[in-house]
């Protein structure tokens, strides 16, 4: 075998250059790709999280809670929508009960955060009564039952205490008072309900405020 002059050694070492070179670089941009792939996947996985708790706090921010009671299905407090209308707070609540009177309330109302909202029944005569609330109320108490003492008495009480019930007006005051003086005592309190007008609703109301002895 004859041996490379020095030339040839010359043309080989070149090439040997920049064939490392080439290697190289392509082995750089590679590696560069992938880092910058990886790094955008981070960082739009970390955008996609703080934007689910943004999205929370929106939600938290956009929502308020208001107390209804009266003629709905289910009373009590509701969280719903800050743009949330009255009739949107009756559905939310189960809906109104047969006994509801919506001729006396506007549905297209645009409800605010604390408002305490009363659903009238069809046997409250009061036209102008002031249907929603923004005060917490003068009798308000830490327990929600009264005691014994402060339940009013349906075998005893006359129209002016009965109609201080949650959703008991003067005609539905006078029912209570014809029918025990038609039919004798109540024996329970769930008797109440044999009355014209009071249902399962309105008995769930005022249940807890009511006695019979």
Avoid: W
């Avoid at 792939?37 to 706090?57: H, Y």
């Avoid at 929502?63 to 719903?80: A, D, F, M, Q």
Wanted: glycine share 6%.
């Amino acid at each position: 075998m004859e041996f490379l002059n020095k030339k040839q050694k010359i043309i080989l070492l070149v090439l040997a250059v920049i064939m490392i070179i080439f290697i190289g670089y392509y082995i750089i941009q590679k590696t560069e790709k992938y880092n910058y792939i990886e790094l955008e996947t981070l960082e739009e996985d970390t955008s996609s999280e703080n934007i689910s708790e943004i999205n929370e706090e929106e939600i938290a921010e956009e929502e308020i809670i208001v107390h209804i009671t009266g003629e709905v299905e289910n009373t009590g407090i509701i969280k719903i929508n800050k743009n949330a209308r009255l009739a949107d707070v009756i559905d939310k609540a189960g809906g109104a009960t047969e006994y509801a009177d919506l001729s006396k309330v506007n549905l297209a109302y645009s409800v605010k955060d604390g408002q305490k909202i009363y659903i009238p029944s069809i046997d409250d005569e009061y036209e102008q009564e002031e249907y929603i609330t923004e005060e917490a109320g003068e009798n308000v108490v830490e327990n929600s039952e009264k005691s014994e003492e402060e339940k009013v008495n349906i075998n005893t009480a006359k129209q002016t205490e009965l109609e201080t019930l949650n959703g008991i007006g003067p005609s539905t005051a006078l029912k209570i008072i014809n029918y025990r003086n038609e039919n004798g005592e109540f024996n329970t309190i769930e008797d109440i309900k044999n009355v014209p007008g009071i249902g399962d609703a309105k008995y769930e109301n005022i249940k807890d405020n009511i006695c019979v002895y």
